[in-house]
Protein backbone atom coordinates (compact mmCIF):
# COMPACT_ATOMS: atom_id res chain seq x y z
CA UNK A 1 0.00 0.00 0.00
CA UNK A 2 1.06 3.42 -0.95
CA UNK A 3 -0.68 6.77 0.15
CA UNK A 4 -0.13 9.79 -1.49
CA UNK A 5 -0.34 13.49 -0.29
CA UNK A 6 0.21 16.34 -2.84
CA UNK A 7 1.04 20.19 -1.94
CA UNK A 8 2.48 23.19 -3.66
CA UNK A 9 -0.62 24.28 -5.60
CA UNK A 10 -2.44 27.57 -5.44
CA UNK A 11 -3.11 30.59 -7.89
CA UNK A 12 -0.56 31.90 -10.07
CA UNK A 13 -0.47 34.44 -13.15
CA UNK A 14 0.48 33.47 -16.48
CA UNK A 15 3.70 33.17 -17.04
CA UNK A 16 4.55 31.93 -13.13
CA UNK A 17 5.93 29.03 -11.60
CA UNK A 18 5.10 26.52 -9.11
CA UNK A 19 6.44 23.29 -7.74
CA UNK A 20 4.15 20.52 -6.64
CA UNK A 21 5.46 17.90 -4.23
CA UNK A 22 3.99 14.42 -3.83
CA UNK A 23 4.75 12.81 -0.60
CA UNK A 24 4.46 9.27 0.10
CA UNK A 25 4.06 6.91 2.54
CA UNK A 26 6.13 3.04 2.76
CA UNK A 27 9.36 1.52 2.09
CA UNK A 28 8.58 0.56 -1.53
CA UNK A 29 8.47 4.01 -2.84
CA UNK A 30 11.97 3.29 -5.11
CA UNK A 31 9.91 0.49 -6.86
CA UNK A 32 7.43 2.54 -8.58
CA UNK A 33 6.56 4.61 -11.27
CA UNK A 34 4.92 8.11 -10.03
CA UNK A 35 2.95 10.49 -12.29
CA UNK A 36 1.08 13.09 -12.09
CA UNK A 37 -2.52 13.79 -13.76
CA UNK A 38 -4.58 16.52 -14.13
CA UNK A 39 -8.40 16.74 -14.94
CA UNK A 40 -9.55 20.49 -15.89
CA UNK A 41 -13.78 21.27 -15.30
CA UNK A 42 -15.57 19.36 -17.48
CA UNK A 43 -12.68 17.58 -19.20
CA UNK A 44 -11.02 14.26 -18.74
CA UNK A 45 -8.30 13.12 -16.95
CA UNK A 46 -4.94 13.47 -18.63
CA UNK A 47 -1.44 12.05 -17.73
CA UNK A 48 1.22 15.27 -17.49
CA UNK A 49 4.14 13.38 -16.78
CA UNK A 50 5.71 10.17 -15.22
CA UNK A 51 9.27 8.79 -14.37
CA UNK A 52 10.28 5.63 -14.01
CA UNK A 53 11.37 4.06 -10.76
CA UNK A 54 14.78 3.95 -11.17
CA UNK A 55 14.91 8.03 -12.45
CA UNK A 56 16.09 6.70 -15.75
CA UNK A 57 13.18 7.97 -18.00
CA UNK A 58 10.79 10.23 -18.07
CA UNK A 59 7.65 11.39 -20.31
CA UNK A 60 5.67 14.55 -20.78
CA UNK A 61 2.23 15.79 -22.23
CA UNK A 62 2.88 17.29 -25.25
CA UNK A 63 1.61 20.65 -24.34
CA UNK A 64 3.76 20.49 -21.14
CA UNK A 65 7.05 19.41 -22.82
CA UNK A 66 10.23 21.94 -22.14
CA UNK A 67 7.62 23.38 -19.63
CA UNK A 68 6.97 21.07 -16.77
CA UNK A 69 9.92 18.91 -15.05
CA UNK A 70 9.14 15.64 -12.83
CA UNK A 71 12.01 14.49 -10.55
CA UNK A 72 11.60 12.37 -7.44
CA UNK A 73 13.99 11.91 -4.72
CA UNK A 74 13.61 8.17 -3.42
CA UNK A 75 15.75 9.27 -0.44
CA UNK A 76 12.44 11.43 0.84
CA UNK A 77 10.18 9.36 -0.73
CA UNK A 78 8.52 12.41 -2.91
CA UNK A 79 7.91 13.23 -6.46
CA UNK A 80 7.84 16.44 -7.63
CA UNK A 81 6.66 18.37 -10.58
CA UNK A 82 8.65 21.93 -11.40
CA UNK A 83 5.78 23.69 -13.62
CA UNK A 84 7.35 26.92 -15.55
CA UNK A 85 5.71 29.26 -18.11
CA UNK A 86 2.72 28.63 -16.66
CA UNK A 87 -0.47 29.04 -19.05
CA UNK A 88 -4.03 29.43 -17.83
CA UNK A 89 -4.60 26.29 -19.78
CA UNK A 90 -2.61 24.33 -17.36
CA UNK A 91 -5.07 25.33 -14.57
CA UNK A 92 -6.71 22.13 -13.36
CA UNK A 93 -6.53 19.20 -9.96
CA UNK A 94 -3.09 17.67 -9.75
CA UNK A 95 -3.09 14.31 -9.28
CA UNK A 96 -0.08 12.61 -8.01
CA UNK A 97 -0.23 8.35 -8.73
CA UNK A 98 1.86 5.66 -8.16
CA UNK A 99 2.30 2.06 -9.75
CA UNK A 100 4.66 -0.59 -10.17
CA UNK A 101 6.53 -1.22 -13.15
CA UNK A 102 5.05 -4.07 -14.22
CA UNK A 103 1.35 -3.00 -13.64
CA UNK A 104 -0.69 -1.21 -16.52
CA UNK A 105 -2.87 1.03 -14.49
CA UNK A 106 -2.22 3.49 -11.55
CA UNK A 107 -3.17 1.96 -8.29
CA UNK A 108 -2.69 4.08 -5.72
CA UNK A 109 -3.72 7.90 -5.60
CA UNK A 110 -3.61 11.57 -3.98
CA UNK A 111 -6.54 13.33 -3.33
CA UNK A 112 -5.34 16.30 -5.83
CA UNK A 113 -4.32 19.87 -5.47
CA UNK A 114 -5.26 22.64 -7.23
CA UNK A 115 -3.58 24.77 -9.37
CA UNK A 116 -5.39 27.97 -11.32
CA UNK A 117 -3.60 30.16 -13.22
CA UNK A 118 -5.06 33.48 -14.02
CA UNK A 119 -4.26 35.58 -17.21
Known amino acids: QVQLVESGGGLVQAGGSLRLSCAASGRTFSTYRMAWFRQAPGKEREIVAS????????LYLDSVKGRFTISRDNAKNTVYLQMNSLKPEDTAVYYC????????????WGQGTQVTVSS
Open 51 to 58: ISSSRGSS
Open 97 to 108: AARSEVSVNYDY
